[in-house]
């Protein structure tokens, strides 16, 4: 017998014999599946960039599909994100934390790409903005060089209308004041008179 004519013939057996090699396969598995978990752990530690390259074919080949299963299935996903998550928050917390670690400017680059889009500015408009502030919170003054994060660009949340660049705390600062100018100015009093 071939090679192709026994491969044919495991195939067509399978094919006959589901139910029974199906059988197999899960008595061989539940007999073998701390091995098999240490073969499969090896394997994608070798194989990072083929599983890599073969999972973002599959992506290409079939994103209507995954994004219809997506759809169909978006409470039960999120459900079974939230179980992962309660189960394994230490470990999860843990990658989070190391990813942030080792690709700070990459999340920098990615936060601020991702509020040019949100906001409607070109990046040209970002850096004019920039370089009238001279690179500094246009509340506090603090270069950005002394931030953690960028500057975020801070809009009238009715009017939609772009005011400046603030440092994360400038901006958290409006926005528990409820960007009221009553309340910031009941601010400046209170501490003048309890300073």
Known sequence: MTREEKKEYNKQYRLKNKEKVGEQQQKWYDNNKDKKKEYNQQYRLKNK?????????????????????????????????????????????????????????????????????????????????????????????THQSKLKSGLHIDHNHNTGKIRGLLCSKCNQALGLLNEDVSLLTDSLKYLENNS
Do not use: H
């Open 49 to 141: 960039e083929k599983i890599a390259a073969q999972r973002q074919r599959y992506r290409i080949k079939n994103e209507d599909k995954i994004q219809q299963y997506y759809s169909d299935n978006k409470d039960k996903i999120l459900e079974r994100g939230k179980q992962y998550y309660s189960d394994n928050k230490e470990m999860v917390l843990g990658k989070q934390k190391k990813y942030r670690e080792n690709n700070k400017e990459k999340i920098r680059k990615r936060d601020w790409l991702y509020n040019l889009k949100r906001y409607g500015i070109t990046k040209k408009e970002y850096l004019e903005m920039f370089n009238e502030q001279n690179g500094c919170c246009k509340i506090c003054k």
